[in-house]
C-alpha cells in the first residue's frame, strides 16, 4: 500500500476513538433515511452500537446519543409502557452515576403528543442529564450547558440511483407518516372547495390511527380527485410519487423541523408550507423559486393562488442543498462527541 493510501487510515487510527450508543435499533429497510446516513457518515473513529435496554444497563459506551427520546418511554399497552419507563429510569440513574455523557438531537422543540406526568418526568431528567445538544436548524433556541448546529442533512444521494418519473401538472401531494398535526384534514377540506377539475390531490403516507385513514378514504370516495397510497412505501415507490408532483403541500399546524420538507427539496419539488423562522431560513438557503411560505388561514384561494405562484416563480435546475452534506455532517458529529467527553473538538476535523 502507498504512502498517500495509508495517510488517511494512519489519521483515523490516531484520532480518539469514540463508542457511541444510539436510542435506535441498528438500521434496516425500514429506517429512517436520515439516520441511516447519519450513521454510514460517521468517521471510522465513530464506533456506533444500537440500542437494547439490556446493553444499555449492562455494557460500556463513551456517548448515549439519544433521537426521539420519548419513544424509549412508550408501549402500546399501559403495562408495557410502565416497564419501558421503570427500565429507563434505571438507565438515567446509572447513567447520572457514571458520568457518561448524552448528546441529544433535537428533532422537535417537544414531543408532539403528551403522555402523561411520568413520561414528561423522565424528560426532564434526560434533560438535566444532556451535555451536548446537536439543533438541526439554526433558528432552534439554543440550550444549555452547550449547543451545537449540525444542519439537517439532504436526501440526494440517499435517491440517486432510483427512477424519478416526470412531472404530472397540477397534481398536489402530502406525503410522510400521516399525523393529526400535519393538517391532513384541512388539505382535505380545501381540496373538496377549489373548483378546478385540472387540480388534483395524492396522499401517500401510512396513517397514524384508525381515525386519520377512515378520514383520507372517505375523502377519495367523495371526490375522483382524491387518491391515496395509505402504507409505509419503499423508497423508489416515494421517490416516483414526489418526482410525479408538481407541488408538495404540507400544511402543518405545529412545524420546526421537517425531513418531508428537504425530502421534496432532495427531488428537486417546490413545497408549500407554514411560515416559521426553520422554514424561511430554508427558503433563502436553497434560493428562490423552490420554498413557497404562507401565514393565516390554509384556504382553497390560498392553494390555488399559491400554484399559481409556484408557476410563474423562476428557479434553478436543482435547490441549493450543499451546507447539508454528509461527509462533513459525520465530522461534527464526532466533534459533538468528543467535546461532550471534555476532549479537544478540533481532532475531529
Known amino acids: 500500500m502507498s504512502t498517500l493510501a495509508s495517510a488517511p487510515m494512519t489519521h483515523a487510527a490516531t484520532q480518539p476513538q469514540v463508542t457511541v450508543l444510539f436510542s435506535t435499533e441498528k438500521p434496516n429497510a425500514n429506517t429512517n433515511p436520515y439516520l441511516t446516513q447519519l450513521y454510514d457518515a460517521l468517521p471510522a473513529a465513530v464506533h456506533p452500537r444500537f440500542f437494547s435496554m439490556r446493553d444499555a444497563l449492562l455494557s460500556r459506551y463513551d456517548v448515549l446519543h439519544l433521537h426521539w427520546p420519548e419513544y424509549l418511554l412508550r408501549h402500546p399497552t399501559a403495562a408495557g409502557t410502565l416497564a419501558k419507563q421503570v427500565c429507563a429510569a434505571l438507565l438515567l440513574l446509572k447513567l447520572q452515576l457514571t458520568g457518561t455523557p448524552v448528546v441529544r438531537t433535537l428533532h422537535n422543540l417537544a414531543p408532539h403528543e403528551d403522555r402523561g406526568w411520568r413520561e414528561r418526568s423522565l424528560l426532564r431528567w434526560i434533560d438535566r442529564l444532556t451535555r451536548r445538544w446537536i439543533r438541526i436548524n439554526a433558528t432552534t433556541p439554543p440550550r444549555p450547558p452547550f449547543t451545537d448546529t449540525i444542519l439537517h442533512g439532504h436526501y440526494r444521494d440517499w435517491f440517486a440511483t432510483m427512477e424519478q418519473g416526470s412531472t404530472v401538472p397540477g397534481r398536489l401531494l402530502h406525503f410522510g407518516l400521516i399525523r393529526p398535526y400535519k393538517g391532513v384534514e384541512t388539505l382535505l377540506e380545501v381540496m373538496r372547495e377549489v373548483d ?144 461532550a467527553l471534555g476532549k479537544d473538538g478540533d481532532a475531529a476535523l
Open 196 to 339: 378546478d377539475t385540472r387540480l388534483n390531490l395524492r396522499i401517500v403516507g401510512n396513517p397514524a390511527t384508525p381515525q386519520m385513514r377512515t378520514l383520507v378514504e372517505d375523502a377519495c370516495a367523495q371526490d375522483p380527485r382524491i387518491s391515496a397510497l395509505l402504507a409505509y412505501v419503499e423508497e423508489p415507490v416515494l421517490a416516483r410519487e414526489v418526482s410525479a408532483a408538481e407541488l408538495v403541500v404540507l400544511p402543518y399546524r405545529q412545524m420546526h423541523n421537517s425531513g418531508t420538507l428537504l425530502l421534496a427539496l432532495s427531488l428537486a419539488r417546490p413545497v408549500l408550507a407554514p411560515w416559521s423562522e426553520s422554514n424561511a431560513a430554508i427558503a433563502e438557503e436553497v434560493g428562490p423559486g423552490w420554498v413557497f411560505l404562507y401565514e393565516g388561514e390554509f384556504d382553497a384561494a390560498l392553494l390555488t393562488g399559491m400554484l399559481d405562484k409556484v408557476r410563474a416563480a423562476p428557479r434553478g435546475p436543482a435547490p441549493d442543498l450543499s451546507q447539508r452534506d454528509w461527509p462533513r455532517i459525520g465530522q461534527l458529529h464526532y466533534r459533538t462527541y468528543l467535546e
